[in-house]
């Protein structure tokens, strides 16, 4: 009966209108009978000012029912720019999606619901899963489009500053401070920095590199993005539709430079952030910054950590690693495989660092080892690799981040899972390949894949763009850390008497936890506020991530580029709804807030 389009839309349309007329109603009765008894409601800010999901539907109703007395949300409607309502499957079930429309007290939101027929109760089209998500600020507006700056301060004064002179003005925080302070000028701090810039919060980068994307550029030789061009856009300044599919390294760096002076956004390079500590009753930070050899405090009312997962290498205790003659470097300082040419590597780790290294090295003339040191998730990088991104080959990039932002945790692990099965199919002749010599794969915990890997680990999986083949052909050797019983001058000495001679060992062995760069740059009490960063935690949603946290005026950003241009904006509109009073500070629910 729902097979028209016309008649999904009126589905849709009605479903909606009776939610609203439900929320306003004097008890749950109502709005009982609008979902499904296994259903899904994610709010990303718009009634609860954080990201949070809620799984059943009497904990929905509960938790809706408070939230919407605050938040008043109304004007519930299918939205006309968007996708229309139409039958799709997710996470393996079939249902009606929407995409709609709503204004709250303070802003307005765009949402997603999915309905599917109630088995229990004559098949009636009921919410399986439900995404309320705000999208801006009343009187805040971004500054785009018909409200665009018209630049008045400068294109009808002939004797004041031009364009040019205002920029270096406010890039020199001569007379001022910032009100956010971004450390790390990758992919988070640009995409935070641009936020807030159209939000109008005076926000200043810094970043230790000498140049920006150096953070892209100083990386090894043969770099390529491992994701799709159409996944990767930066927010507001799409990358010209003529790029590669899979973009180069340098000319993302590059980018990153255009990006920069094209948002107009304020960025200190060769600045190191030194300590930083939060003064309650001011409700701001003194930090203290070394530029070029000078040294700069500041009082920004909130500092952003955008260095991504990867912070401080690791570098594990390695047997007899010390005595070791050659050169060790880790992979965050590995360049070019060019200088190892007739010389022997070996590479500990079979991330993907550790896997394009090696292929690096080999390419470049080098006899290479690669050491496993744990199981790890093998794919295809066409098509394995790029099934978790099929949504953006289609549609736009708006609805296909509104889709990713409303699929609740529990369905989103049912959805890699299949996914992860369509992978290990297509890829079956690689997987039997890397078994035959040996290779300990996995696929995640409960076969989820390589992106739920990332997303609870940072790493831990490999895109094979070339390395499982010359593994699989023994052109690059394989051997496991665990038999490996200590390093000497010349190399790896096995358990078996072998020596694995080697000129050049590199550690592909990630990175620390996140909270150790938090303790090294603002004392154990802050990191101790703070608690775990990244990885799933309770409520179903990354641990301090793009949301306010235990300690007031501190956010955490990161992940590829397209978590960071969704992310962004959670995190920017908090900070701008706190700078106009429209937000606490402190979260509730914290030792301070409580106190």
């Not at 939610?19 to 296994?38: H, I, M, S």
């Not at 530029?291 to 500092?303: I, L, T, Y």
Request: glycine share 10%; with cysteine.
């Amino acid at each position: 009966m729902l097979d028209k389009t016309s008649d999904i839309a009126i589905s849709a349309e009605s479903w909606l209108a009776e939610f609203e007329a439900a929320l306003a109603g004097p008890d749950d009765g109502a709005l009982r009978k609008l979902f499904q008894p296994d259903s899904y409601w994610r709010d990303a800010l718009a009634l609860s000012w954080t990201l949070q999901t809620v799984n059943g539907r009497d904990d929905i109703l509960k938790t809706l029912m408070a939230q919407a007395t605050g938040a008043a949300p109304s004007g519930f409607a299918i939205d006309p720019e968007r996708a229309g309502p139409r039958k799709v499957m997710r996470a393996g079930t079939g249902c009606i999606e929407a995409i709609f429309k709503f204004e709250t007290r303070l802003g307005r939101g765009d949402g997603i619901i999915r309905l599917i027929p109630d088995a229990g109760d004559g098949n009636r089209l009921k919410a399986w899963t439900l995404l309320t998500a705000l999208q801006e600020l009343k009187g805040f507006e971004e500054q785009l489009g018909t409200s665009r700056p018209r630049g008045n301060a400068y294109s009808r004064d002939f004797r004041g500053p031009n364009w040019l002179d205002l920029r270096k003005a406010a890039s020199d925080y001569a007379d001022r401070d910032p009100a956010v302070l971004v450390i790390g000028g990758g992919q988070s701090g640009l995409c935070i920095a641009a936020r807030l810039k159209q939000l109008n919060v005076d926000t200043l980068i810094v970043d230790r590199m000498q140049r920006i994307g150096d953070n892209w550029r100083k990386r090894y030789h043969a770099l390529t993005l491992h994701n799709q061009v159409q996944v990767n856009h930066l927010p507001y300044m799409l990358f010209p539709p003529s790029w590669p599919t899979y973009i180069p390294k340098d000319k993302l760096a590059n980018w990153f430079e255009s990006y920069v002076d094209g948002m107009e956004l304020n960025f200190w390079t060769e600045t190191e952030f030194e300590s930083g500590s939060y003064d309650e009753k001011e409700g701001r930070w003194t930090v203290t910054l070394r530029r070029k050899g000078e040294k700069r405090v500041m009082h920004p009312r909130h500092v952003v950590l955008a260095t991504g997962v990867s912070g401080i290498p690791n570098i594990p205790d390695i047997p007899g690693l010390k005595s070791f003659a050659g050169k060790v470097v880790h992979s965050s300082r590995y360049d070019d495989g060019e200088n190892w040419k007739g010389k022997r590597a070996i590479v500990i780790g079979t991330g993907n660092s550790g896997h394009d290294i090696a292929q690096d090295l080999y390419s470049s003339g080098a006899a290479v080892t690669l050491v496993q040191r744990s199981s790890t998730l093998v794919v295809s990088i066409e098509p394995s690799a790029q099934l978790v991104y099929l949504p953006y080959n289609e549609g736009t990039l708006d609805d296909n981040d509104l889709i990713a932002v409303s699929i609740p945790l529990k369905l989103a692990r049912r959805s890699h899972a299949l996914t992860c099965e369509k992978s290990k199919a297509l890829d079956t002749e690689l997987l039997d390949g890397l078994r035959k010599i040996g290779f300990k794969l996995d696929f995640g915990e409960d076969n989820t894949g390589w992106q739920f890997k990332y997303l609870t680990r940072g790493g831990g999986y490999y895109f094979n763009v070339g390395c499982s083949d010359l593994l699989i052909k023994r052109e690059i050797a394989l051997k496991q850390f665990a038999d490996i019983e200590t390093f000497t001058a010349k190399g790896a000495r096995m358990k078996s008497g072998e020596i694995v001679p080697a000129d050049l060992i590199v550690l592909a062995t990630g990175y620390r936890p996140q909270e150790e760069l938090v303790q090294k740059l603002f004392g154990v009490g802050v990191a101790n506020r703070v608690g775990r960063i990244w990885g799933f935690g309770e409520n179903q949603e990354l641990r301090n991530m793009y949301v306010r946290t235990g300690q007031p005026g501190l956010w955490f950003i990161a992940g590829g580029l397209a978590q960071c241009r969704i992310g962004s904006k959670q995190l920017a509109l908090q900070i701008k709804a706190i700078e106009e009073g429209l937000l606490p500070r402190i979260q509730a629910g914290t030792p301070e807030a409580v106190a």
